[in-house]
């Protein structure tokens, strides 16, 4: 469907895309997710027009556009910031572009009436400035404006990051149903990882102008490609070297020479080790409380794990407490030293 080959972007002197390829699958919601400054929006950008590469290509449903003109690549973008005219009413920014299309006015008041009802919005919101809907409703409106001229592709750079925590929750859940309903191919840029693992069909990691990897949620998260994506991916704990040793010590194939990972919820606390895992001596130094689960810190005696733990409202360990935890090598995520890269 969509198809970046070999991207390269550059401003002046500075390369902000290295070589991009990227193959993008019709109905998929395929997100580009890193820090700020990665390269992200550039390949956004790139993708509808509004940046030419110095080389490379641009290809969508078998068609080249790589210098097709933006208005004519039929792809809704919804911008961070929306991009609606406060002044004007809903109905009319929905039925803005229509409008610059120069299609009757019953064709447009049967467009701008049926994607409204797509996306939640009322016939009294409909005639409402912009400006008198709430954060949520007026993203709302700019999906039903990228949606309502037909697009065959979507792209929307990070829509929910001017929402606040729950709203932004409730709204992704949203969004992905509409996905899911109109089946249209969705480009999604953020630099919010839950929300990546959340709505993605599959993710591109970006880092300093380059993909580390490309894969579904699961396999960023429990198979890395690299030591950047697994410590930009939710939270995890590096092994020290005399963790490494007593592991090594207890017949796990752990090679000390690599940068040893494993995330918080692959480690237990005070279970019965199967054949296939190892235990280790600690002490409960802090326990965060969050309802659904519980977050551990344990002092190993030479680094404090941090482990998460599903709450059964029974077996709830306090600071001072010993416990054991049990580690699975399988889970063990390695890479060699010196690339890591580290986002602050």
Do not use: W
Not at 195 to 220: H, M, Y
């Amino acid at each position: 469907m969509i198809r970046l080959n070999n991207i390269t972007v550059k401003f002046d002197d500075f390369t902000a895309l290295h070589n991009i390829s990227v193959h993008v699958k019709e109905g998929e919601f395929f997100t580009f997710l890193g820090p700020s400054g990665c390269g992200k929006t550039t390949t956004l950008r790139t993708l509808t027009g509004f940046i030419e590469p110095v080389s490379g290509s641009v290809v969508a449903a078998g068609r080249d556009i790589t210098h097709v003109p933006i208005e004519e690549r039929n792809i809704g973008i919804v911008f961070q910031s929306y991009a609606l005219f406060p002044t004007m009413t809903v109905y009319d920014n929905i039925a803005f572009g229509l409008r610059v299309k120069k299609m009757k006015k019953a064709q447009v008041d049967e467009k701008v009436r049926e994607i409204a009802r797509k996306v939640d919005l009322s016939e009294d919101q409909l005639k409402k400035a912009v400006s008198q809907l709430s954060g949520g409703q007026q993203q709302r409106v700019a999906i039903a404006r990228a949606l309502v001229t037909n697009p065959s592709i979507i792209c929307m750079d990070e829509p929910l990051s001017n929402l606040d925590a729950k709203l932004r929750v409730q709204l992704r859940n949203e969004l992905k149903k509409m996905q899911e309903d109109f089946g249209i191919t969705t480009i999604y840029v953020t630099h919010d990882q839950e929300e990546a693992l959340t709505l993605s069909d599959r993710i591109a990691v970006f880092n300093k102008g380059r993909i580390e990897q490309i894969g579904t949620p699961n396999e960023v998260y429990n198979h890395s490609s690299t030591e950047f994506v697994c410590n930009f991916i939710g939270d995890i704990n590096r092994l020290s070297d005399p963790v490494v040793h007593a592991l090594r010590e207890k017949g796990a194939a752990v090679d000390p020479a690599l940068h040893n990972y494993v995330r918080l919820e692959r480690i237990h606390v005070n279970v019965t080790p199967r054949a296939d895992e190892l235990e280790l001596p600690g002490r409960v130094t802090k326990m965060e409380y969050y309802g659904l689960y519980i977050k551990y810190y344990i002092d190993l005696g030479c680094q404090i794990m941090k482990v998460i733990e599903r709450n059964d409202g029974v077996n709830i360990y306090a600071a001072g407490q010993d416990v054991r935890i049990v580690i699975n090598p399988g889970d063990i995520m390695a890479y060699p030293p010196g690339t890591e890269e580290v986002p602050l």
